[in-house]
Structure formats: structure tokens, C-alpha cells
């Protein structure tokens, strides 16, 4: 059974393809989302999702979220007091996923297609493949979100010809693909985006006006984990309710002051504008590049829970001139098209006659020089071999010769981007070619990019005067895992324990419990002392009607003291 | 196997019925069972598209914006695409050439946050038509450009600059003019130094003023400096703002300069190097008046060839061999000068035969970067 994963910045969800249609598969607390964080207990179990959200609060410095932002580089985050890289983390999460989906289905699932965003470079994608091996799962197919939305969208399109428009923008990521449909073939004509872009960004800025507005009196230092991952919280929080209301209160407690902050859906879109603005770009160089005008759009399709915010909903009808759809509930659109792509995969019957097809949203090439005239060259310059929006599979090459007589080889760097200076380009990798001792006019080399459907770039070499050719490994990619890095991680993973699926409920429970403990004074924490010892006797009696009981009661009371949790 | 083969149908001009051919056809090859076999079929269906667009094409090729219709007003008023484009651009450009330079970027911003601007295709449409305003009159609106770019993302997508637009002929010309100003600045008040090379590469070709310019031998290694700064840095200055023919001229001059500078350094004392410099401006003397002729019967608009040309022609100018640069022996490649293979190479010299669609093609100009077929002119049918 193939299984389809949308591994998202801020919430991750699976779904399958069963009876021929698209499932939504709910986790250990019955929810579709889960909430991509994850939190080393004081026990050392690892608990994932809302238990690991309530953690990230109440033990910042053992908690870890948002790290899709860091997938391809080489950064660690720390997690009671040991390093994990961002694919452990997401490894850790798709591990859960991939329990879930086990108990859903009640067999073994050993494959899926994983989404990530069109905009995810070379090293990013190998990062997220690793990380669905490190989980033990064989990553099928790595399937660009908006293109999975399509998918999605596309099976319900009534109308045979039409073109439309995917704008997704999630917790961290933005982007934009233009989509063209006829006889039962679903073309991406073009895609665009921005990597650092999304629902996240809006919480900085709010966090930020927050603290130029009023600040924190004493000097509270703003460094500190657990200071950010409140403000944090709080920010999340009141852009929700802007979504709602016209004002909201940004409310953080301090000692047993409460400092304040009223902020209205006005104020809150002019602080966002410099985002705004970034969201325009990309929609822009889309139709350009697919040469299509807004107004031949059949429809304008929003994606990602970021688009619920209205100031996102106006800009778009604002672009477009008309409404966009959400017929789709804009965070299961991606899932719900990774559970179609794992059908295809499968082959199943229902999706026979339905092709897709997806382009290289970004132009890939390798650095060169350039003679200006007989004397006169320039290096660093861009020489592209895969042009963007070229549709993939797809394999280009381009013939370079070396600069001098006597070069012993050639150092082909390879670059992803849009800059005729390489400087300005992302470095993807190095690789040498080694040249036979001949004549320069005999030592041309052809340069070969292969491109596959998961956005995996393949390059060889081929040198016609000897036939030598290389199939080359991209190495030294910055931001890539070596084999005893990995090797590594298998071992570290292997060590952690999760706690069984049943008791995910009572860890939410105890978690949100100790946080509010934390977060309170007085009479309420008098009253949530309380429930966590009539809690951890419930759990030591170990009678499970009992401890349901008991969870209910405080879950109620809970969530009338802090309100229930947002997914 | 021809393209058509491969798409199963019989040649055909018709798109609706090429789409519904590779409809059918890529069910047989889809992307995930037989990559091999897709993009075969994505090759031969992207190709049939193409000669489509060929054939549609004469009636594009009339179309471009040409820049000289733009020196008109008339020429824009005709190429308008809906009456409040126009009025709006001319409202903004206006009041932004009123505003005191601090208050723009904020003025601009807005403006373009009124009723119904914020719409894709009315601000595509307001950018071409802001950017044919902006070039009328280019002296007077120079400062604006900077705002309007940083307001549309003009400078940041290098790939949009490389269409045939007006906003790419503005920061073109933009970017020139901001690289002449900044040379000028760089150097002494006077006519002297970088200045003084600068003034005399964007007047025409005055073999008196060579003579007493080159008498200093600072000047011409400033010369060599801005003729370096010109083609590395800014070819656009080299369309824009400096004088093409005149270009050339200098630059063989100062590339000729080369090995005697070398034997007079190696000469002691400076009265031998003042000597070769005195006999050296005799043989410029002489050879000044044989290549300016030669470099009046050449091409005119041959000097944007430097711009754009990974390769001139190694002994178009220069009769010694090729030295290489001294720079790192591995770092770096070299484009292939080949005839014929045109996805490798940019230059074509008169008689290069190409292969494009299933057709050859003959050059019949020299020509930079454009690829054979009816739409390049330059090209007829082998």
C-alpha cells in the first residue's frame, strides 16, 4: 500500500487511495492534522505533533518545529541537550504518520509519495527523501505540492479545456502553478515561488509590532527560548482570531502583569505589506512565463491554511478580479492529490485515464567563461542546460570546451537560478572531469542534466573524442548527508523510543497540563495542580475506562480555561 | 522516425488536433511508467508546436515593439491597450516627476494601491506603458526609473529583461546610464583619466585626439581600465551609452599596445620607453587610417556583438595566436565555438548552416543568438 504524505511546515497529514476515491487517515487523537513538531519527553520517549506543540511552550529547549525550513542545509537544532539534523525531525514525524496509516489500514505501509514544495531545490528534495527512508519508508514518488492540489482539483474540473491557477501558500512555503487541462492530460504550464515565504512570517510580523508597540518592560530577555516561544504562541494565536474578527488581543503575561496589545485587521494587513507585496511576484512571473493572461483563467484555486487569512483572500481577488474557490478545504487539497499520485502509482483502474505532467521550476546549468574577445574573458558567468518550466522527465545537454591548452581537468559547478552571474545563483554541487591529453579542440565535453519527475537532477560527462563518460554523483552539495551521517542517524533514531499509540491521548493531556501549570498563578494553578494529580492517579490505577473518564472531565475543563487547541 | 510518427498523426497545421493527438498518444507514455518514451513523444509534440508558431509567425515578426516607434508619441497612443492604462501611467509618471525625490516610493505605492490597480493584467499593461513613458523621454525621468523598479521587481528577474520589452530597453538603459555616472564620478574633475577615455568612446572616431590622448601613457591604461569595466561589467553602456564603432576602434588600439609596453618595461631606463612611445604613435598613425577604413566598412550595430557573443571570431582582429588569461587552470570552461550546433553556440557567420525543425538553414549575416527558422531574420532554407 502506497501511502500519500503532505509533510508541511507547520501541520503534516497522510491519506490513501482506497475504494477509488482519496482518504484522509486520522492519527492516534483522531485528528486529520498533525502538527509537524516534535519534543524529546522527560522520560526520553519522543512525543510528535499537538503533545510535542504543548512542549514547544512549556520546554522550548526540548522541542523542535518548523524544520522543513531547515531541510538541505546543514543545520542542527538541539533537543535535550543532543543535536538532530532537519531530516531526523521529519523522519520522526513520518515514522508517526506511517503508524497511523498502519492502524488506519491495518496492514503494513512501506511506501509513499511525499509532497514537497515546486520551489524545493536539488538538496532539499534528497533531504526529504532521506528523511522518508530514515522512517523507514521507500519515498515513491516526491510530488510538488501545488501540483498535487491541481491533482485534486483537476479530478473534480466538470469542464474538459480549462486553465486555472494554483496560488498555495502554507506555514513556510509559497507557491504559485499554472495549470492547463485537455482530453484527460493535466499539464503544469509553469511554476513559481518564493522557499521563505508563509503563514509563519505573518506571526513574525505580528510578533514584532508587538514588541515596538509595547515591548517588555525589565529587560526580559528576548533571546530566550521559552520568552519567543510564547510570543510565538501568542502571535499564532491572534492571527487566527484576525481571521475571524476585526481586532484581536495580543495578550502575554508577564509576572503577574498582563501586557496588552490591541491590533485591528487593518493595522495587521498594513504590517504585512512588504509580504503582500512578495506574494505578487511570483504569481506574475507564472503567467508570464506560461504566457497566459489572469483574465483567460478559469479559476484562481487557494491552497494552504495560510490563504484562510482574508487579507490573503483580498489580495488574490484583488490580482485577479473575482473570487478565488476553496471548494477544497485549502489544508487537505495537497494530501488529498498525494493519495491520487499513490493511485496512479498503483495504477489503479479509476485513475487510468488521467496523465500529469510537471515541469523544472527553476533553470539549471553549470558555470563557464565566457570569451569576449581574443584576449578578453569572464568567468563566473551562468551557462543554462535545463531552461525553467521545461516539462520533466527531461534531459538537455550543452558541449564546453576547457579554457586552456594544457588543463588537466574541468571543474564543472553546478548552479540552479535565474542570474547570468553563477554569484547570484544557488550552488547545488562540484563535480571534476578528468581530461585526456589531446588537443583543446579534441577536448570538448558534452555535459549532460537529467532531470527526473521527482526533481532529482542526475549530470554525466561525456568526452567524444575518447567515449570516456561519467555518470556523476552531485557530491560535496552543501547541506547533503554523507553515508556515516546517515549511518549515524539510523543509530540515533533507533535509540529513541515512542510511547504506544493508546496512550497519545493521556501524553496530550499531562502535557497541556504541565504547560498550563507553568503558564499560570494563584487560584488557576491551585486548580490545575489538581487535575494533574487526580490525572497521574487515574493513569497509576491503570483501569483504561477510568483514565478516559477522567481525561474527559479535565480535557472539558481545559479547554474552557484555555480554549481548545487550533489545528 | 519523424515527429510525426511519433505523435501518430499525418503533418498538420491544426493545434486542437496536434493537442488531441498527444492526448492519446501520451496515455500510451506516461511521465512515470516510460520516461524514455515521454519524452520522446514531448519532444516531437514541443517541436510540431514550434513550426506552428513558425508558421503563424510572420504576422508576430512585424509586431515587436520597435524602439525607434517608440520615439514617438503617436507610436505609443496607437499601442495602447485600454484608455485608463494610459491615463493612470501618465497621472503616476507625472506626479512622481512632481514629488520631492524622498516622498516617492511611498506615492507610487499608494497610487497603486487605488480601486481596481491592484489587477494583474491592468498592472502588466501599466508597466509596459510606464516603461514607454519613462524611455521618451529618458533624461528628464532617469531618476524615477529606480523607484518604479524597485516598486515592479524590474531588476530582479534578470530573465524578464532578456525579452523584447520596453521595461527591458528601460533597465537597459538604465543600468548603462548608472554605470556612466559612476565612472565619471571615479575619476578627476578634469578631461583627463577614465573621464576623458569615457568622453572619447561615446563621440565618434577622431584620429587627432588619439595622438595627444595617448602622448600620456596613463590614459591609455585608463583607457584599457573603462574598456575592461565596459565589456565586463555593463555591455548595456556599450548599446547605450557610448558610441559602438568608436568602441572597436579603441579597443584594438589598446590591445595592440600590449606586447611594446611589455619591451619597453623591459628596457631600462625611461628614455628608451619614451623612445618606443614616440615610434609606436608614428606606426598608430599609420595604421589608424587603414583600419578606420576597415572599420567603416563593417556592420553597422557590429559592437553590440561584443555584448552578447560568447566567442567572437579568435583572429577577427588580432593576427597572434591566442594567449590564455592567467587565471586558475581548472576553475573554469569555455563555450565550444561550432558551427551549426546552435544550442552551444551563439555566433553564426555568413554561410553557417543550422538545423532547426526538421529543415536546415543558411545564415546569410552575421548574427548573435538567434536561432534559424523564419522567425530569425538572417536565415533563408538550405
Redesign the interface.
Known sequence: MIVGIDLGTTNSLAAVWKDGTPQLIPNALGQFMTPSCVSIADDGQVLIGLAARERLRSRPEHSAAAFKRHMGTQKQLGLAGRNYRPEDLSALLLKSLKADAEAFLGQEVDEAVITVPAYFNDTQRKATRLAGELAGLKVERLLNEPTAAALAYGLHQAAPESQFLVFDLGGGTFDVSLMEMFSGVMEVRASAGDNFLGGEDFVEVLVEGFLEDVGIPGGVDLRSATTLARLWAEGERVKRELSLHETAVFRVQQGRRSLEWTVTSERFERLSAPLLERLRRPVERALRDAKISAKSLSRVVLVGGSTRMPLVHRLVARMFGRFPSRDIDPDQAIVMGAAIQAGLKARDVALDEVVMTDVCPYTLGVEVTENISAHHTRGGLFLPIIERNTVVPTSRSKTVFPVREDQAQIDVKVYQGESREVSDNVLLGDLKVPLPKLSRAQQEVEIRFSYDINGLLEVESHIPATGARKSLLIEQSPGSMSASDIQRSREKLAALKVPPREQAENRLVLERLRRLYELHLGERREWVAQRLLAFEGALQGQDPREIAHVRAEITKGLDQLDGAPLL | MTIWDELGIAPTQDRSSL??A???R??QV???VD?AG??RL?QAY?EALRQNEDEAAPETVAEPVSTAAEQTQGAVVEELPAPPVFQTAVEVVQALQEAPAGRRKELL?EAMKAE?R????F??ALQRVLARLLLQHFDRHYALVAVLAERF?WE?????LHENSPVAELIGRSIARRWRLRIEASGPSDIMGVRGALHLLRGPITPTTFESFASRKQNLADMREVL?QL??DCPQALRYETHGETVQWW?RRV?LE?PIRAKSASAAGQSAGMRFSFWWIILFLIIVGQVGRCANSTAPGHASD?SRS???H?????P?P????D?D????????H?KG?W??VMVYQPGDVAMHGNQLWRAHTPLTGQPPGPKGSGWEPF
Open positions: 493537442r488531441r498527444y492526448a492519446l501520451v496515455k506516461k511521465p512515470e520516461p515521454f519524452q514531448r514541443e505605492y481596481g491592484e489587477d494583474l493584467d498592472q502588466a521587481g530582479e528577474d534578470d530573465d524578464a575592461r565589456l565586463d579597443r590591445e600590449e561584443y560568447s566567442h567572437s579568435p583572429n577577427e582582429f588580432d597572434r591566442h594567449s590564455p588569461p587565471s587552470p581548472v576553475a573554469s570552461m569555455n563555450f565550444k561550432l550546433n544550442s552551444a
